[in-house]
């Protein structure tokens, strides 16, 4: 079988290094890849980038399946292209898609269905965003309704600073159109957690949970970033929070993909909020999380490609997942002044030397050398029986890893 990987992130490496495990699968495209997918078994990497030439590329290499790892192209409707074309594609159609693409949209759709999230209202100018703003109870949220590479989201502790987030997104237009229209809503106060689930449109099974570390400092401090560590599962998601995930979020989610003729069929990500009032839905992503797949397909024991196929025949209903019983760890290396102004070019050692898996994400392979290419470039993934001993790993296996100003958190799973 031949396999399309789209993508060029961590994510995306995972996501090639977990399919390359199947016997199903004798040869991968990734496009365009990263230095670490160019290393990878059976991965060749392919400098396309545009979905009319993936198509082309489909159509001419006979790919059996493509797999999509990030969301623009989801938006973009590259699902439906290629299903008019009659091709295999794991991923949502762009009216699925739209869950992400739009935070307005996501909103509408929980409310219709009846799916716990927190209370908002959806403001298309400033003005009236800044009016709203002066009788709001603080701390509150506001989200760029668009793709904003997972740093669409401000905590505002007070008016002030909601005016200043206000300005940034609107007029200033920091995120290039994507904040626009803008979601202001309640601030829930507990502990997230992502749980990324496959569907195929009538039946839906969640992976393991994880526990994302969004900012860039330790103690939850400094500005969001797309993402600096995982762990695998989230210890804060117990049976009960597990059962209300699922008959609150999952369940009216997978009735709304039906209602809505979603054609939905691929990864969903929940971003929930674990509160004293219960389980909350902060948002859906479309696709597999970053760095999130990166802590959670090491610890999946069944064939990926296995899983992907019987999503793409409606046989999920007849599939069950396994996992290991170990707990995963994963911490990302960065380029210093990341998420702001960082070089690039910089030349990668000891990534040989590691005994557990590292997944590059903004890096290139340049003859025999690794070079940082990105704001993220790398993550170290080890497990472990306890979560203590997963950190532990973790930890002493990113040590022997460097490229000039390499920054990574050091609380990475600390509970």
Request: glycine share 10%.
């Amino acid at each position: 079988m031949k396999v399309l990987v789209i993508g060029s992130g961590g994510r995306e490496h995972a996501i090639v290094w977990k399919l390359a495990q199947s016997p199903l699968v004798h040869q991968i495209y990734c496009a365009p890849g990263n230095g670490g997918t160019a290393l990878e078994n059976k991965c060749k990497n392919l400098n396309i980038y545009k979905n009319e030439e993936l198509l082309q590329f489909a159509k001419e290499n006979d790919i059996n399946i493509t797999v999509v790892g990030p969301e623009v192209p989801l938006v973009e409707g590259i699902v439906d292209m290629f299903k008019e074309a009659s091709l295999k594609i794991f991923g949502p159609s762009k009216k699925g898609a739209d869950l992400e693409g739009s935070k307005a949209c996501a909103k509408n759709f929980m409310k219709k269905y009846g799916i716990k999230t927190a209370a908002y209202e959806v403001f298309e100018n400033p003005v009236d965003s800044i009016e709203y703003l002066k009788n709001c109870s603080y701390p509150t949220v506001i989200k760029a309704d668009g793709l904003a590479a997972g740093k669409g989201v401000a905590i505002c502790q007070n008016f002030e600073e909601a005016k200043a987030c206000i300005e940034s997104f609107m007029v200033e237009d920091v995120f290039k159109g994507a904040g626009n229209r803008v979601v202001i809503e309640e601030f829930l106060e507990g502990v997230e957690a992502s749980i990324l689930a496959i569907t195929d449109g009538e039946t839906m099974i969640p992976f393991l949970s994880a526990k994302d570390h969004k900012t860039i400092y330790e103690d939850n401090k400094g500005p969001n970033t797309g993402g600096m560590g995982v762990i695998s599962p989230n210890p804060y998601c117990t049976n009960e929070v597990l059962e209300s995930f699922i008959e609150d979020i999952m369940n009216p989610t997978l009735k709304g993909f039906s209602e809505e003729n979603m054609d939905y069929t691929g990864i969903v990500f929940f971003g929930i909020m674990i509160t004293k009032k219960g389980v909350y839905l902060l948002e859906y992503n479309v696709r597999m999380g970053d760095p999130e797949t990166q802590a959670v397909l090491p610890l999946m024991e069944s064939d990926f490609m296995e899983l992907i196929m019987c999503a793409l025949n409606k046989n999920l209903n007849n599939y069950s997942i396994t996992w290991k019983d170990k707990h995963s760890c994963c911490v990302v290396a960065a380029s210093g002044g990341y998420p702001s102004k960082y070089d690039t070019g910089l030349s990668i050692s000891g990534v040989d030397s590691t005994e557990d898996k590292v997944f590059v994400a903004g890096a290139n392979l340049e003859g025999e050398s690794l070079l940082t290419s990105g704001g993220r470039v790398l993550a170290v993934t080890a497990l472990g029986d306890t979560l203590d001993e997963a950190r532990s790993n973790a930890y002493n296996e990113i040590k022997k890893v460097n490229f000039e100003g390499m920054y990574y958190r050091k609380d990475i799973g600390k509970i």
